[in-house]
C-alpha cells in the first residue's frame, strides 16, 4: 500500500474530469480514478539545487 496525494484543481487529460488525479511518488506516477489512464513522472533528485 503507498500514500498517495490527490492533485486538486488538475483535469485528466483524456476524460477531462476534474479533481480525480492521484499522484503516487513511492510509483512516480500519476493515476486518473475516473478513466484509469496513467502518467510516469520525472523526479528532481536533488530538489533544484544544482544550477
Known amino acids: 500500500m503507498t ?3 490527490f492533485l486538486d484543481g ?3 487529460a483524456t476524460c477531462h474530469t476534474l479533481n480525480v ?4 511518488p513511492v510509483r512516480a506516477l500519476v493515476e486518473c480514478s ?6 510516469l513522472i520525472l523526479t528532481d533528485t536533488d530538489e ?3 544550477a
Open 10 to 12: 488538475l483535469r485528466c
Open 21 to 24: 488525479l492521484r499522484l503516487d
Open 48 to 50: 533544484g539545487r544544482t
Open 34 to 39: 475516473e478513466c484509469g489512464q496513467t502518467a
Open 3 to 5: 500514500l498517495a496525494h
